[in-house]
């Protein structure tokens, strides 16, 4: 014990000096909010004079009293000089309030009308942008934000509280905050429906009698920030005027009687102007500017008639929708709008679980955005990957007395994986000529039906082979002699599991739910593992079992809320249906309908890609449909918010495919062009692909939840295995009409075909399809596409391909968003290839002290992986302390020692209190210095 005290006790002393020395926490998402991103652009610090200020608002009123007088002397067609302040103004985009500036410059209007437009607000619409930079400004600016709300919200208008702004295409307007550091305020006036305007109901009105006026306010900017806001707007507002799927969003601004108003129905939904994803809004009522004094208080959010479906909807909640279309913007309002409605002296606990650290971690980051002071004080909130819950689970049940039955087997190094199944075990069955199933349909029978079903978990045991033979054919669409073929296999897999005292995941699962359901919620509650709501994206990825424990861990009175889209079931061996969810909440719940969700929400507007890559994307979901009938829910196809290209194949102007030395030709021509490839032809192609440094090579499922502005999908055909080479020539043959009943000796195409469409949907601009071997399969794809009446590609001469070009900056900014997405892997290989990424970007950025920082990340990165694999409890104990001491000499990865000292306690058996009270002053003291 005196040696493991003294080695975390000079941790500790480090970090306390670090934090007395004000040692500079390093993040790439700090620096890409610093350098690189215009949306922290109206965060820079300025440094305020109150007595500026004071005096930017004196010259405010003198300028509106000054325009009243004017107006009352002007007979009615002369337009007024407005008053000025001593300013620096010289913004080319703006021109002065008066009654022309209501209408373009060829036309005006009259005083009347001016004085008609000059009416009172009802309503002040914050981005979430703005409420972000009040919440970090000066109590001085805050004070004069609030006013400037009172003044434009009571009708008054000045040169300076009400600035046309020129070179727009719409209506925005600019508002002085304060003269000396050129803080301005860019809104919109707009028209909301009765609904709308008092946040309640989800019905939207007609008529002018029942509307009520608004104004929403985009940014708060720096003057020099203005010019580059508007292009931004501009454009976000021009695609959204392209959608053909809702009248009011077709015409924000078509209205002639509104005279250049936003019209905002109770179904309108805005666009980021700086991402593809929903413009988030909260709603102020006129009468409350004032709470915005309450630190602790924040508008509740603007929500369409669809999203108060989505996030009020009590209960267990199903929220199905394709690539793109927001569903974890759906999680991440419903989390926040649980905690602003939550009341009562019980604390809200919540969880969000997904199988991916990356979406843990930007779900993380997007509700601890959202979440005030005041709503934080009552809720406890825990975000983790599924290995981290299932590691949690265990080490409380451990605390509980509460040990595994299966000790020997599960403290194996690692779970068996698909790819071990498949060359350990499934490859020295090749010889017996009775095994016809593809490796991979056998493992999904095993993990999703014989181990990881309801009635698995309902019995505490697999399946017997007569049990899985009972199972629907809808559910499971194997024959019955392949289901006996299948089951032969597992019962072989069962007993070299035995032999090698191995464990799989559902293993795992079954042994942790067994244990929960023997705890009781009294005991689950003292140990921190029973939830008040658990939130799961990405739920396709999971089995029944696995949500079998989530319903176990919000036992007593919570509930779940699960969204996930069954046209992207590429995670190895599970084959999931929404009905499946609805199984296990009647069978857990012993046959209470009122703990059985309804049907799942669906959700179909596309915020990541154009109609020209969704328009492939749902041709491949109609042949889903047709050859395997239940294989994905049916959903209406996703509508994109703007128009775009159609995806091009790649050729030679011989009308060759490209070989390997051609495509790297292509890649140097465009470095930023990702490459998707199926993950089992991964490591060929990037060994075909060598000589090209620069170039990003992913598989399919690697890139889940991923996207990127150019996507070319390489080699997807050329790589099958003859099994599917066959498949896709007899799906394709008849323009993709085969009938399911001719598909059923092909079941491995249906994954083959999900992951297509999941590398499809990575693409959010140009996508390109290339083969660098010939192949029939392939032959068939592509005059399919080429061919189709609707012509869903064209080909592109790699000759006619446009040389891309990036400025320093550009490759700087492209590595950190490699370097953000090393954060967020799995594994430290994954991080460490991301990380190389990023450092062959800051090589052509010319940046050395940022390639170094990659470099070193990317060590530390195994350091931590290294240690996390460590399963001797002492041993961990003496060795997480160098790795967190690693984390500051590596040059103040804060966040990493905040996950090191995270994990050791999760870990840390009872009887361990002397030892946990230091690592936790430790913990206390790194996020007082990560803050």
């Given at each position: 014990w005196r040696t493991l005290a003294a080695q975390w006790e000079e941790a500790r002393d480090l970090v306390r000096r670090a934090k007395a020395e004000e040692l500079e926490v390093f993040s790439w998402s700090k620096l890409k909010r610093e350098k690189f991103d215009i949306s922290q652009a109206n965060e820079d610090v300025v440094d305020v004079d109150h007595d500026d200020l004071d005096s930017t608002t004196r010259k405010i009123d003198e300028a509106y009293k000054t325009v009243q007088s004017d107006d009352e002397g002007d007979d009615g067609d002369v337009e007024t000089a407005p008053a000025t302040v001593d300013d620096d103004d010289d913004d080319e985009n703006e021109r002065p309030w008066s009654a022309a500036a209501r209408k373009p410059a060829h036309e005006t209007v009259s005083s009347e009308q001016q004085h008609q437009h000059a009416e009172a607000f009802e309503n002040i619409l914050l981005t979430h942008s703005v409420l972000k930079w009040f919440q970090k400004a000066d109590g001085k600016f805050r004070?004069?934000?609030?006013?400037?709300?009172?003044?434009?919200?009571?009708?008054?208008?000045?040169?300076?509280?009400?600035?046309?702004?020129?070179?727009?295409?719409?209506?925005?307007?600019?508002?002085?905050?304060?003269?000396?550091?050129?803080?301005?305020?860019?809104?919109?006036?707009?028209?909301?429906?009765?609904?709308?305007?008092?946040?309640?109901g989800a019905g939207s009105a007609s008529g002018a009698d029942k509307a009520t006026t608004s104004i929403l306010v985009w940014y708060v900017s720096k003057h020099k920030w203005v010019s580059r806001y508007l292009e931004q707007i501009d454009s976000a507002l021009a695609r959204m005027n392209r959608q053909q799927f809702s009248s009011s969003a077709a015409h924000l601004f078509d209205d002639e009687e509104e005279k250049g108003r936003m019209i905002l129905d109770s179904d309108t939904i805005l666009l980021d102007p700086l991402a593809n994803v929903p413009l988030k809004i909260h709603q102020l009522p006129a009468s409350d500017i004032d709470k915005l004094e309450k630190e602790a208080w924040t508008p509740p959010l603007r929500l369409t008639a669809a999203e108060k479906e989505v996030v009020r909807k009590p209960g267990t909640v199903l929220v199905l929708g394709r690539s793109g279309t927001g569903k974890t913007v759906c999680i991440c309002n419903r989390m926040v709008c649980d905690a602003e409605f939550h009341r009562g002296p019980v604390r809200l606990r919540q969880l969000f679980v997904a199988r991916s650290t990356r979406i843990k971690s930007l779900v993380e980051k997007l509700v601890e955005e959202e979440l005030s002071t005041d709503q934080l004080?009552?809720?406890?909130?825990?975000?983790?990957?599924?290995?981290?819950?299932?590691?949690?689970?265990?080490?409380?049940?451990?605390?509980?007395?509460?040990?595994?039955?299966?000790?020997?087997?599960?403290?194996?190094?690692?779970?068996?994986?698909?790819?071990?199944?498949?060359s350990n075990f499934f490859r020295a069955l090749g010889k017996d000529k009775r095994i016809r199933l593809d490796a991979l349909i056998v493992w999904t029978q095993i993990r999703s039906y014989i181990k990881g079903s309801i009635e698995a978990v309902k019995e505490g045991r697999h399946l017997s082979e007569k049990e899985y033979l009972k199972l629907g054919k809808s559910r499971c669409r194997l024959t019955e002699e392949q289901r006996r073929e299948a089951y032969s296999v597992f019962e072989s897999y069962s007993q070299w599991l035995a032999d090698e005292k191995r464990f799989d995941a559902c293993d795992r699962t079954a042994d942790i739910l067994c244990r929960l359901r023997r705890t009781s919620i009294e005991d689950r509650l003292k140990e921190q593992v029973n939830f008040s709501r658990i939130y799961v994206d990405e739920t396709q990825d999971f089995t029944q079992s696995d949500i079998g424990l989530f319903w176990v861990l919000c036992e007593g009175g919570g509930s779940l809320?699960?969204?996930?889209?069954?046209?992207?079931?590429?995670?190895?061996?599970?084959?999931?249906?929404f009905d499946e969810v609805r199984s296990v909440c009647h069978v857990l719940s012993c046959g209470d309908k009122k703990s059985v969700p309804d049907k799942p929400l669906n959700v179909t507007l596309?915020?990541?890609?154009?109609?020209?890559?969704?328009?492939?994307?749902?041709?491949?979901?109609?042949?889903?449909?047709?050859?395997?009938?239940?294989?994905?829910?049916?959903?209406?196809?996703?509508?994109?918010?703007?128009?775009?290209?159609?995806?091009?194949?790649?050729?030679?102007?011989?009308?060759?495919?490209?070989?390997?030395?051609?495509?790297?030709?292509?890649?140097?021509?465009?470095?930023?062009?990702?490459?998707?490839?199926?993950?089992?032809?991964?490591?060929?192609?990037?060994?075909?692909?060598s000589c090209s440094e620069e170039s990003i090579v992913l598989g399919a499922c690697e890139a889940k939840g991923l996207d990127f502005d150019q996507v070319a999908i390489v080699n997807f055909f050329s790589s099958s295995t003859k099994q599917q080479e066959r498949a896709w020539k007899e799906l394709l043959k008849r323009d993709g009409k085969q009938s399911a009943w001719e598909m059923t000796q092909y079941p491995e195409l249906e994954m083959r075909m999900k992951l297509l469409y999941t590398a499809i949907t990575r693409c959010r601009h140009r996508l390109f399809f290339a083969e660098t071997l010939k192949s029939p399969s392939g032959d068939a794809f592509f005059r399919w596409m080429l061919g189709?009446?609707?012509?869903?590609?064209?080909?592109?001469?790699?000759?006619?391909?446009?040389?891309?070009?990036?400025?320093?900056?550009?490759?700087?900014?492209?590595?950190?968003?490699?370097?953000?997405?090393?954060?967020?892997?799995?594994d430290s290989q994954g991080a460490k290839d991301w990380f190389e990424r990023a450092s062959v970007c800051f090589k052509h950025g010319g940046n050395e002290e940022l390639m170094s920082r990659a470099t070193k990340h990317a060590d530390l990165g195994q350091l931590l992986e290294d240690n996390d694999r460590t399963l001797d409890w002492p041993q961990r104990k003496q060795l997480t302390p160098q790795v967190l001491v690693s984390c500051f000499e590596q040059g103040g990865f804060i966040e990493d020692a905040i996950q090191v000292c995270e994990t050791v306690l999760g870990l840390s058996p009872s009887g361990e209190n002397k030892f946990e009270a230091i690592v936790n002053e430790v913990l206390a003291d790194l996020k007082s210095l990560d803050t």
């Open positions: 004070e004069l934000f609030r006013r400037r709300m009172r003044q434009l919200a009571g009708g008054e208008r000045s040169r300076i509280l009400a600035k046309l702004l020129q070179g727009c295409d719409h209506t925005i307007y600019e508002t002085y905050l304060e003269q000396k550091s050129g803080q301005r305020i860019i809104w919109t006036e707009c028209r909301q429906s009765s609904s709308e305007g008092e946040g309640t004080s009552n809720v406890d909130r825990n975000f983790v990957s599924y290995a981290r819950l299932m590691k949690r689970c265990n080490a409380a049940l451990e605390r509980l007395g509460e040990r595994s039955s299966s000790q020997g087997r599960l403290a194996s190094p690692q779970p068996v994986d698909f790819s071990t199944f498949k809320f699960l969204a996930g889209d069954t046209a992207q079931s590429v995670e190895e061996g599970i084959n999931f249906r596309n915020f990541r890609s154009h109609s020209g890559v969704l328009d492939v994307a749902a041709a491949v979901l109609h042949m889903l449909y047709q050859a395997f009938p239940g294989a994905a829910n049916k959903l209406p196809d996703d509508v994109g918010l703007f128009k775009g290209p159609r995806p091009s194949v790649l050729c030679r102007r011989d009308n060759k495919f490209l070989d390997n030395s051609t495509l790297v030709e292509v890649l140097k021509k465009t470095p930023s062009l990702v490459v998707l490839t199926p993950d089992a032809n991964l490591d060929r192609l990037k060994g075909d692909l189709n009446t609707s012509r869903l590609a064209e080909k592109q001469d790699i000759a006619d391909l446009t040389v891309e070009l990036k400025s320093p900056d550009e490759w700087l900014s492209l590595g950190i968003e490699y370097a953000l997405n090393a954060e967020m892997q799995d």
